[in-house]
């Protein structure tokens, strides 16, 4: 059974950091590609971050490009998103989700953590 285990969330003021984390258990991390999305209450769930397994290429929502950075550490089957200079339009429940390929499309991962919460004050 695969799960994936979102930890690092919190309460922040605008301008700090957090970093989160992913652990993947139940499945061989190496074969997925790995993606952050977040989800906003009363808006769709949208696309953050991902990272490709065999090149390590990332890819960034022009909101977070130059502030947030994605990062895999498979030995430990982690995938990491440090964020910094945070605003509040950041606050949302963050994912963490594992697919074949890597797409901005929610509907492309096959599985999923149950999210950590991220809210940033002003």
């Known amino acids: 059974q695969v799960h994936l285990v979102e930890s690092g969330g919190g309460v922040v003021q605008a301008g700090d950091s957090l970093r989160l984390s992913c652990t993947a258990s139940?499945?061989?991390?190496?074969?997925?590609?790995m993606a952050w999305f977040r989800q906003a209450p009363g808006k769709e769930r949208e696309f953050v971050s991902a990272?490709?397994?065999?090149?390590?290429?990332?890819y960034y929502a022009a909101s977070v490009e130059g502030r947030f950075t994605i990062s895999k550490d498979n030995r430990r089957n982690t995938v990491s998103l440090q964020m910094n200079n945070l605003k509040p339009e950041d606050t949302a429940v963050y994912y963490c989700?594992?697919?074949?390929?890597?797409?901005?499309?929610?509907?492309?991962?096959?599985?999923w953590g149950q999210g950590t919460q991220v809210t940033v004050s002003s």
């Open positions: 990272i490709t397994q065999s090149t390590s290429t990332t």
């Open positions: 139940g499945v061989t991390f190496s074969f997925y590609q």
């Open positions: 989700a594992a697919g074949a390929t890597v797409t901005g499309i929610a509907r492309g991962y096959d599985y």
